[in-house]
């Protein structure tokens, strides 16, 4: 744990990460399994640390090997680490099953995990040093009524002292309802600077306009900008669409920008969201006006679906420059 009180992270982040084991085919036909850090927060937490900025991860593990293992993987990425472990749970655990080359699968077990324990004392602590930007996901919020308040608590003190919020929705369909996460996640949005979705994910946030549904490319476009227009309205600054292989897109009261996506191979599309996630707050950080933040989360995420794992593949600020201009096949010699 990080005690010298002269470090200041420039981006901390919150929430649950877990033990990853992944395979490679089917779960029911056996095999090795690989394992993995993974969590949507340490998953920023090691993207943005990777483009050279000081980062905090604070959470909760077990006092087991599993959260020793997540503890030296992160701090083995440079991220100042401000946990807890509580030695009466266990760290949280997931499968992740590649069913084919289309379709990978997860399987949580952390019901009740160490994790799930996150509180206002470990928000209070993870405070303490200051930071410039707070990152949260719907997750954490997902995961008991304890993490839910530590969450809300986190996004209403950083708005108060001025600090950017960061939200991205990541729904996740196994841990709650569209309606629980609603009922949670549009008022915490009121302390969001910056809010972060998917297309299919605004309206967990934001009313979706009276029949609004699936149909035309022109009515789910009419359909966003209407949602983003409240967000603006209700003190939201940025709101940002993240549309996988279609791109992205930011709304501010200034306009709205678009960035396609970079064309790669793919691969492994788990943590790609989280990839464009990091590499646009990299570029916040280093004061890059909407449309560079938006290159920039692009290239992050055609790095983490062009290579195996949640977080493994992502680049070094000196990388960044390998997707986009080289040739795809090229060898450096």
Do not use: C
Request: no cysteine; net charge negative; glycine share 12%.
């Amino acid at each position: 744990m990080i005690t010298d009180g002269a470090w200041t992270p420039e981006l901390l982040t919150l929430g649950e990460s877990m033990v990853s084991l992944r395979s490679a085919g089917p779960l029911s036909a056996g095999g090795a399994l690989a394992m993995h850090v993974a969590g949507a927060e340490s998953n920023v937490a090691v993207g943005v640390a990777r483009l050279g900025h000081r980062v905090g991860w604070a959470g909760v593990v077990g006092a087991d090997p599993h959260g020793e293992f997540i503890l030296r993987q992160l701090r083995g990425e440079g991220i100042g680490v401000l946990h807890r472990e509580d030695a009466s749970r266990s760290t949280g655990v997931m499968f992740l099953e590649r069913r084919t080359a289309d379709v990978t699968r997860a399987f949580y077990y952390r019901a009740g995990s160490a994790g799930s324990t996150l509180d206002r004392d470990d928000v209070d602590r993870a405070f303490r040093n200051g930071a410039r930007v707070l990152h949260l996901t719907g997750i954490t919020a997902a995961l008991s009524q304890e993490a839910r308040r530590a969450v809300e608590y986190a996004a209403a003190r950083a708005a108060d002292q001025g600090l950017e919020v960061s939200l991205d929705v990541n729904y996740r369909s196994k841990l709650w309802s569209r309606d629980e996460a609603r009922a949670v996640l549009t008022p915490l949005a009121r302390h969001a600077s910056i809010l972060i979705a998917s297309d299919d994910e605004l309206g967990l946030v934001a009313a979706a306009p009276g029949g609004a549904g699936p149909g035309s490319a022109g009515t789910a476009d009419a359909a966003e900008t209407a949602m983003a227009a409240e967000l603006l309205d209700r003190g939201v600054r940025e709101v940002v669409v993240k549309r996988g292989a279609a791109g992205a897109g930011v709304h501010t009261a200034a306009g709205r920008w678009e960035t396609p996506a970079v064309p790669v191979t793919s691969i492994d599309t788990v943590g790609a969201g989280d990839a464009f996630t990091a590499g646009y707050l990299s570029a916040l950080l280093d004061g890059e006006d909407v449309a560079g933040r938006l290159q920039r989360g692009a290239l992050a995420g055609a790095f983490a679906v062009s290579t195996a794992g949640d977080w493994e593949g992502l680049p070094r600020r000196d990388e960044l420059a390998l997707l986009g201009t080289t040739p795809s096949g090229t060898t450096q010699r």
